[in-house]
Structures are given as structure tokens and as C-alpha cells.
């Protein structure tokens, strides 16, 4: 298994490198580089979150094979810079893995429920031997908010900073809806009311990170929900010859009601 699987990725760098190739090559594959290939990473990292999502194996392994060839293109345009290859890839993941696990590798014993906390200690510890020196430098801006927001708080929990029980966040979320009701009755108050709202924003994650809930399947969760029940809405309507434009808030309202009885079921 293990020859076939190098024969595979042996396979996959050379047709990767036949793209890139600058006598016959893909005009397109030519004409990327990181920056105009990074969107399509993150695309395909999406994809693969919707395919565990819908319980779809076969889909997962296909968006699987697409983020790998995202990670087999990056390292072929590295190469062509000699700045690393795929094989030096593997290398890194491979030691940082091993390092990080002293409790599977070298058989030091951790307690499970410090494991969590060796984890972001050794992390700490390689990026002070890089020069880095605030414990939430290496947290990237270049992400959605709510993947930021999520690092940081962990980050920062990782050495005492965090709530130290459900409570404080519930009630630190109350005081939070509390400030942007505030703002929002003042005039002229957009700045104050983003802010607020954000705090709001920051607080719900925070809640959902106590309580080991992913902020972001949550969220797409609810979407999904949202989306079916309003196509409900939408179908009783057309099949009785009216439009949703065209009906008052109470009709709608009536109509979401049945609408999450009639989708409870499919939506658990």
C-alpha cells in the first residue's frame, strides 16, 4: 500500500510539473502564482468542510484530491523559486507532528486534559526560536473574522486568559447585547453601534468555543436551515397563487412557524 500510494504522488507532482511546463504547458497553470492560486485553496478547503457536512464520501474524496492538488501546486511554484518542494513539506509536517506529541513519540506521559496546553507550549516555543515574541503574532488577518476570532481566544486561553467556567461568557454576552442596545438608541452613532456589535459578535464565539461547538458549522448549519424554511414559505405560497413580496409580515410569520415544524424532522 505504502508503493502505491508514493507511485500515486509520484504521479500527481509529474503531472503538476507537466503544467508548469514552459514549452508545453497549460497557458492557465502558467500564468498563476501563489497569490492568484490562494483564493482557490480556500475555496477548496470550503469544499471539503461542505462535503463532511452533507455526509458525502464520495464528494469528500474528490474535494480531498482537489485541496491536495492545491498544496502540490503551491509547492511546485516553490520549487521553481528553490525556495522548498513537496518534500520538504512532508518533512515539516512530519517533525512538527512527532515534536508535538512527546506523549505518542517519545512516551512522555500528559495528561489528557493538558494536552491541549502542551500543544500551544511547544507552538510558543517554535515560534520564539523564529523571532516571534506576542502570543497571538502568528494568528494570520488574512482569514474569515470568525476563524480569527475563534485563534485568538484559544490562543489566549492556552495561558490563563479565559473565562473560567460558562457563566462569566453568558453573562459577559449579556452585558455585551446590553452596550449595543445602548448605542443603538443614540443618533449619528454608527461607529459606536459596529463596535459594540462586534463585541456582541466576539462574545457569541467565545460561547461557542466553551461550549466545543465550531463557530463556523454552527453558523452554516443555521443557514441551511434558514434557506429550507423560507423555500417553504416560498412553495405554500406558489402553490396557493401568491408571492412573498406581496404578503404581510404576519402571514410570513405564520407560515415560518409551519415551516419549522414541517422541516424539524429533515434539519435533525
Not at 508545453?24 to 483564493?39: E, H, K
Not at 474528490?62 to 511554484?77: A, C, K, P, R
Not at 506529541?101 to 493538558?114: I, Q, R
Request: glycine letters at 6%; a negative charge; one cysteine or more.
Amino acid at each position: 500500500m505504502n508503493n502505491i500510494a508514493n507511485n500515486k504522488v509520484e504521479e500527481l507532482l509529474k503531472i503538476m510539473a507537466q503544467l508548469r511546463d514552459k514549452e508545453a504547458g497549460c497557458p492557465w497553470d502558467l500564468a498563476q502564482n501563489f497569490a492568484s492560486i490562494a483564493p482557490y485553496t480556500i475555496e477548496e478547503a470550503y469544499e471539503v468542510a461542505d462535503a463532511i457536512e452533507q455526509k458525502n464520501m464520495r464528494a469528500l474524496k474528490d474535494e480531498l484530491g482537489d485541496l491536495l492538488f492545491q498544496v502540490i501546486f503551491h509547492s511546485q511554484l516553490a520549487k521553481e523559486q528553490q525556495a522548498f518542494e513537496f518534500v520538504d513539506v512532508v518533512q515539516s509536517i512530519c517533525d512538527k507532528l512527532t515534536r508535538r506529541h512527546p506523549h505518542v513519540f517519545d512516551e512522555s506521559y500528559v495528561a489528557k486534559g493538558d494536552l491541549s496546553k502542551q500543544w500551544e507550549a511547544h507552538k510558543r516555543a517554535e515560534k520564539k526560536d523564529t523571532g516571534g515574541v506576542g502570543i497571538l503574532d502568528e494568528i494570520s488577518g488574512n482569514q474569515p473574522a470568525m476563524n480569527q476570532a475563534y485563534k485568538l481566544q484559544k490562543k489566549a486561553a492556552s495561558v490563563g486568559f479565559d473565562w473560567p467556567e460558562l457563566g462569566g461568557v453568558i453573562d459577559k454576552l449579556d452585558e455585551e447585547i446590553e452596550e449595543l442596545k445602548a448605542e443603538v438608541g443614540v443618533k449619528n452613532n454608527a461607529q459606536r453601534i459596529e463596535e459594540e456589535l462586534g463585541d456582541v459578535l466576539f462574545s457569541c464565539i467565545n460561547m461557542a468555543r466553551h461550549l466545543n461547538v465550531n463557530p463556523e458549522g454552527a453558523l452554516r448549519l443555521a443557514n441551511k436551515r434558514f434557506s429550507s424554511r423560507f423555500s417553504y414559505i416560498e412553495d405554500a405560497l406558489r402553490q396557493s397563487g401568491e408571492e412573498v413580496g406581496n404578503c404581510s409580515l404576519r402571514v410570513l410569520d405564520a407560515l415560518w412557524d409551519d415551516a419549522k415544524e414541517a422541516t424539524k424532522k429533515t434539519e435533525t
